[in-house]
Nanobody, 118 residues
């Protein structure tokens, strides 16, 4: 089981870039699928991007071509590189880990705020 902690959020202007980090504290990180979700006020928590244990990635249509998810198992970290940011990207971004072995379970981070505004 791991504990997840997001960082890297902040205020950026439209068109700017930001890199979010999700650090896992614990063991067996390489056996977790990891995803980034985001939730704007009064909205649902939506999947943004995900990377599985093999390094394969998927993206929401709204961020394809702009965001890149990657993982560095040696550092127990998953990144979300966010480019060409738009105001509609404003949300709290959460890191989610789903263990692929028995006993690992699912873990959520506390979230990091991303605000895109002039």
């Amino acid at each position: 089981q791991v504990q997840l902690e997001e960082s890297g959020g902040g205020l950026v202007q439209p068109g700017g870039s930001l890199r979010l980090s999700c650090v896992a504290f614990g063991s067996r990180f390489n056996f977790y699928d990891v995803a980034w979700y985001r939730q704007a006020p009064s909205n649902q928590r939506d999947l943004v991007a995900r990377v599985n244990t093999m390094g394969n990635t998927d993206y929401a249509d709204s961020v394809k071509g702009r965001f890149t998810i990657s993982r560095d198992n040696a550092k127990n970290t998953v990144y979300l590189q966010m480019n060409s940011l738009k105001p509609e990207d404003t949300a709290v971004y959460y890191c989610n880990g789903v263990g692929k072995l028995i006993g690992l379970g699912t873990t959520w981070g506390q979230g990091t705020q991303v605000t895109v505004s002039s």
